[in-house]
């Protein structure tokens, strides 16, 4: 799919990659290449944001803020621990309460899936959401910051040959990035253990050995083992070495990856277990210049917020 002229992206919330067209992808992907490349905007009044994790992140939550603060947004802290969901405070409550004191955008991370249906559905909610993750649902930020950096090395979707191997069943990034690939033409595949490979990937695309994959793929995306929502005797069970020979990428297997081909890690990255150590920063990962690029697209996300809002004065 060749990129072609988008028009600028207004959403009342940004939630699920499965509210989002190819072509809305595809605006997002061009506004946040455009931020990347010194895209500005002004604000018609100053405009507060706040960043609400329920459930801990480093990249989420920090590129959501660098974004506002790069929008020149004011933003508004707050810590979970420290608030008054100590007292039995209910998230919904705790939404309202910023929306109250006059918070117009936020950022959002629960563990329970879907948990953004009540407060978009709730006629006293107005606050922009932008979904940065609930439980094993959807991850939409990720997901658009995976295809931009997949864009800006390929520069099209169609026809790419996209692996997602490693821990699937638990995994918000899978669910997101397998839909919203095969939308935009690529095909997709998958690895890891064959008890986490069920019937809704199957859908999608085939599951293959590592070593077939390796060889074949334009990428090769691998997910942490997310051991915090897998069950204690499975954990116990756990080894690290011979998950790392049997699924993940060993110096070995990166040596048969085509030399266009690229690894990607949704991060934070078990080192040594999904991807060999010396290899998380190697000529072919593109780990953190995906980071890199969430900042990027997080501006993207919070500006069709702002529009909605008729909050955008100038963009420049
Ligand atoms: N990739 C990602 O969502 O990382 P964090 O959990 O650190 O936000």
Not at 151 to 168: N, P, R, S, T
Not at 221 to 232: G, K, N, P, S, T
């Amino acid at each position: 799919m060749m990129m072609q002229i988008t028009k600028p992206v207004s959403f009342e919330n940004v939630v699920s990659m499965e509210d989002l067209s190819a072509q809305d992808v595809l605006s997002f992907i061009h506004e946040a290449s455009d931020f990347k490349a010194g895209k500005q905007i002004e604000l018609k009044r100053p405009v507060y944001a706040a960043n609400l994790f329920f459930e801990s992140s480093t990249r989420t939550h920090t590129s959501f803020e660098m974004a506002e603060r790069k929008l020149g947004l004011q933003v508004v802290n707050f810590d979970p621990s420290n608030s008054s969901l100590s007292k039995g405070e209910s998230m919904g409550d705790t939404i309202k309460t910023f929306q109250a004191i006059g918070v117009d955008v936020m950022a959002i991370r629960d563990r329970k899936n879907e948990y953004y249906k009540d407060l978009i559905a709730d006629p006293n909610v107005h606050v922009g959401i932008a979904n940065g993750g609930d439980g094993s649902g959807q991850h939409p930020s990720q997901s658009l910051l995976d295809m931009m950096t997949i864009y800006e090395e390929f520069g099209h979707f169609e026809g790419l040959k996209v692996a997602i191997v490693g821990d699937l069943t638990h995994s918000r990034v899978a669910r997101s990035n397998m839909e919203v690939l095969t939308m935009l033409g690529a095909h997709v595949y998958f690895g890891g253990p064959k008890k986490w490979y069920t019937e809704e990937f199957a859908k999608y695309g085939e599951w293959l050995p590592i070593d077939e994959l390796v060889s074949q793929m334009d990428v090769m995306m691998f997910l942490r083992v997310q051991h915090e929502r897998i069950a204690d005797d499975e954990n116990g069970a756990f080894s690290a070495e011979k998950y790392h020979a049997m699924y993940g990428l060993t110096e070995d297997r990166e040596q048969m990856m085509p030399e266009h081909s690229i690894i990607m890690h949704p991060a934070p990255v078990n080192r040594g277990v999904e991807i060999a150590d010396s290899l998380v920063e190697c000529d072919k990962s593109r780990i953190f210049p995906q980071m890199a690029n969430g900042v990027f697209v997080r501006m993207a996300i919070m500006t069709s917020l702002l529009r909605y809002r008729d909050l955008v004065k100038e963009e420049y």
